[in-house]
């Protein structure tokens, strides 16, 4: 039987076993503003936090479900149900790649509920050892890039006002995908004169419209366009690609590694996210795919907490661009992890993921 929410923030839900156990709660993000992207807005986000303990050790990973991905809160509480019980076979969380893999078999889909539990065993397994992420993975946290901070679509006046508000940010993402995006840019940039990318998130319906847009946009100063038209509009996309001169990115066109190889002709480069590629193990072998193909590489993310963000950072000392701002945008962020200085990811050494418990 799933399990069923009461109104408070804080229900936790344990599976008690032997060796590994399970523990989830929803949590609900409140967003600084309403935020709107050509699909829809949200003020509130709804996330699920998930701890794998074992061996006194405790891991936490997190799960932001989006629709447009075939998730919400409910679907992330059943799948998490369902592979308790599997997890719980396991002798050691050490043993994560036999764990993904049946945390896979179980359900097609469901990525952002497996990102919950991948996030929590790679947690647990660097505390284990005593090292942070990055570290077991070789990686050097001098090389993090500098991240975008994201201007939800609003009115040409409020947003003028948020952008005053991520002053210390110095590369902005601005999202489009409506009829008045020339009008929303224009007043971008009459208060600004920083960096800018531009996020469609498949608005654009009309390949002809795309270009036209595109061509403006990067007229105008732009450093690349992600996910113009909708994801299955591959042909249209690589049409695009063609005739103009700016990067195009895809975001909602690829999910997991077995989508890179189709899209690689449409596309200069990817827009990875934990929450659809279902965790830190498929964003490695992503990355690593992406440069045999020679494309450019974002980590990205949903509105999420320092425990989700921190987690996509570890990674990125290997990628292009960083658009890690889900928790920037939140007002009650439990959680403290990576920070930003003038846009800069700086990683901790603390072990894991390097999480803790924001006071109060």
């Known amino acids: 039987m799933p399990y069923l929410f009461t109104p408070s923030h804080f229900d936790k839900k344990e599976k008690n076993v032997a060796g590994i156990s399970l523990k989830y709660w929803r949590y609900d993000l409140k967003l600084r503003h309403t935020f709107t992207i050509a699909r829809g807005s949200r003020d509130v986000v709804p996330v699920m936090f998930a701890e794998v303990s074992a061996d006194g050790v405790t891991g936490i990973g997190e799960s932001s479900p989006n629709a447009r991905y075939h998730e919400d809160i409910n679907t992330v509480s059943r799948f998490l149900d369902r592979v308790a019980p599997g997890i719980s076979r396991f002798e050691t969380p050490f043993l994560l790649e036999d764990i993904l893999d049946y945390v896979y078999s179980v359900a097609p889909e469901n990525t952002s509920a497996k990102a919950a539990i991948d996030i929590a065993l790679h947690d647990w397994v660097g505390k284990k050892l005593g090292v942070p ?22 009115t040409p006046q409020v947003m003028q006002q948020k952008i005053r508000e991520a002053e210390e940010y110095p590369i902005l993402k601005i999202k489009v995908g409506l009829d008045n995006d020339e009008e929303i840019m224009k007043a971008v940039r009459a208060v600004t004169k920083k960096t800018l990318r531009v996020d469609a998130n498949e608005g654009w319906k ?35 690609r063609e005739r103009v001169e700016i990067p195009i990115i895809a975001d909602e066109s690829v999910l997991g590694l077995h989508d890179i190889p189709k899209i690689a002709e449409a596309f200069d480069g990817i827009n990875i996210k934990l929450m659809k590629s279902a965790g830190l193990r498929e964003a490695m072998r992503m990355i690593h795919t992406a440069r045999a193909f020679n494309m450019k590489i974002m980590l990205g993310c949903m509105v999420e907490s320092s425990v989700a963000i921190t987690a996509a950072a570890h990674l990125s000392p290997l990628v292009d661009y960083a658009d890690l701002d889900g928790n920037l945008l939140i007002i009650n962020d439990p959680y403290r992890g990576v920070t930003v200085k003038d846009g800069k990811l700086i990683l901790s050494d603390l072990p894991g993921l390097g999480i803790g418990a924001r006071e109060g």
């Open 133 to 154: 992420l990055y570290k077991l993975w070789g990686l050097n946290k001098e090389k993090t890039p500098v991240t975008s901070f994201t201007i939800g679509i609003d």
């Open 206 to 240: 009309s390949k002809e419209v795309a270009l036209e847009r595109i061509k403006w946009l990067q007229d105008n100063g732009v450093e690349f366009v992600e996910q113009p038209m909708p994801a299955d509009r591959l042909s249209d996309i690589a049409w695009l």
